[in-house]
């Protein structure tokens, strides 16, 4: 599958983590010893004792992996470069549990850039999940914050999880659908 792979890893630090897909955030333990089993959009799925953790692309470094640099604006970037980077952004959240990135999935409805006039935009998404009871929900929307917060010039990031409408498969991207073989 794509983005996957089941190297070995021992934590080089103290690390958190957060269990899939209870979305509860813990502390792996500098020496634990486990497995990668999706490197994907920066951030990594590791396997370790039956439980799968998310590890934050900034805490790279505890796996022994580079830490993934903020994307770069050209200097005098309109509300439109943004927002294009946005979009590229949100493409590196993936699903811990599909190797898909939320927009491919069809999860971003709305994505809205707004000037504050002192060089500063705020931004607002409105995002789904692909089950209104996933323990991920708040993973992702974290996620999505935490890529969109590091974009120079984005001083504020509102990211609401909406359930109206509902998802569905249709929403994916063909590529998507392709990918995870739901045609």
Same mark, same amino acid.
């Given at each position: 599958?794509?983005?996957?792979?089941?190297?070995?890893?021992?934590l080089?630090?103290?690390?958190e983590?957060?269990?899939?897909?209870?979305g509860?955030?813990?502390?792996l333990?500098e020496?634990?010893?486990?497995?990668? *089993?999706?490197?994907?959009? %920066?951030?990594?799925? =590791?396997? +370790?004792?039956?439980? !799968?953790f998310r590890?934050?692309?900034?805490?790279a470094?505890?796996l022994g992996?580079?830490?993934?640099?903020?994307p770069?604006?050209?200097?005098?970037?309109?509300?439109?470069?943004?927002?294009?980077?946005?979009?590229?952004?949100?493409?590196?959240?993936?699903?811990?549990?599909i190797?898909?990135?939320?927009v491919?999935?069809?999860?971003?409805?709305?994505?809205?850039? *707004?000037p504050?006039?002192? %060089?500063?935009?705020? =931004?607002? +998404?409105d995002?789904? !999940?692909?089950?209104?009871?996933?323990?991920?929900?708040?993973?992702?929307?974290?996620?999505?914050?935490?890529?969109?917060?590091?974009?120079?010039?984005v001083?504020?990031?509102?990211?609401?999880?909406v359930?109206?409408?509902?998802?569905?498969?249709?929403?994916?991207?063909?590529?998507?659908?392709?990918?995870?073989?739901?045609?």
């Amino acid at each position: 599958m794509f983005g996957h792979t089941n190297e070995p890893v021992t934590l080089i630090r103290d690390v958190e983590a957060v269990i899939i897909p209870v979305g509860e955030t813990v502390t792996l333990n500098e020496g634990t010893e486990g497995f990668i *089993t999706q490197a994907l959009g %920066g951030s990594f799925t =590791v396997y +370790v004792e039956g439980n !799968l953790f998310r590890v934050s692309g900034t805490d790279a470094d505890a796996l022994g992996k580079e830490p993934t640099p903020p994307p770069s604006v050209p200097e005098d970037a309109t509300d439109e470069d943004i927002a294009s980077v946005i979009w590229e952004q949100l493409k590196t959240c993936y699903d811990p549990e599909i190797p898909v990135d939320i927009v491919n999935l069809g999860l971003v409805y709305r994505c809205e850039v *707004t000037p504050l006039g002192n %060089g500063e935009r705020s =931004v607002s +998404v409105d995002m789904t !999940l692909t089950a209104p009871g996933c323990g991920m929900g708040d993973v992702l929307v974290q996620d999505a914050r935490e890529k969109i917060a590091v974009i120079p010039t984005v001083s504020d990031v509102q990211v609401e999880l909406v359930f109206d409408p509902p998802w569905n498969v249709g929403m994916m991207s063909e590529e998507a659908r392709l990918q995870t073989g739901m045609m």
